[in-house]
């Protein structure tokens, strides 16, 4: 029941999914300069890709460099962008970014999402009213009653955590290699390697990274994510390691290159 709620509050598609983000939509007829870019970013791709122009969002208050895409089809998919994205990025690691999130829409990927939201927010609230019922019941002393829904709580608060421990792990094994698939379609969209990966190295070499601070609900969302906006690792990284990403797209780039930027960068921020 509880994720059938969940997947019910997301029925409106992707736009309900930008809303409750914090997402703030962009109209056609904008003349700010970064998001009239995103805009006819984000038309470009839809071209080279074959899908139908998104709805645009931008989560205003977010500094971190991140994107996602939500909905259950490309019929009512967004798009979504930090403010950070818009500021940091130029115009070929923005286009970079932005392909990387239509491979999830033509892949069916926002589906997919979207339901592992529902399952993992059931099963978390399994393991929530089990524990509620342990830290607050009072049935009675020791009565037989008492005792059964004491027991049925333990089980269920059990349950509850452990199925949300494997839930996590399935969820990020699945993510990692959509990520991977995602990254070598945006390369196929924008027939080129530097956007992407430039991208990817302002993420690693930058402070804010691709955190999402105003969010209380970002793990929740994360395998949604262009990059990890909560910071997991190991068995729960919904995506894989940054340099990892950067050598698929660049064989010969190094690590110690990435620590040269990241001084470069703390000294003088990039600006798009």
Known sequence: LGSLYRVASLRGGGESVALQMGGTPIGADTTDFNLRRLRNVVEEIAIASGVPVPKIFVLEHEAGINAFAAGYSPSDAVIAVTRGALDRLNRDELQGVVAHEFSH???GDMRLNIRLMGVLFGILMLGLIGRKILQHGRFGGRSK????VLVAALIAMIVGYV??????MIKASVSRQREKLADESAVQFTRQTSGL?????KIAGLEEGSRLNERNDAEEVSHMLFDDGVGFSGLFATHPPLIERIQALEPQFRADELRTLQQRWLATPPNG
Do not use: E, I, Q, S
């Open 197 to 201: 990966a430039g991208a990817l190295k």
């Open 105 to 107: 829409v033509l892949n």
């Open 145 to 148: 009653g008492a005792g059964a």
């Open 163 to 168: 199925g949300l421990f494997f839930g996590r």
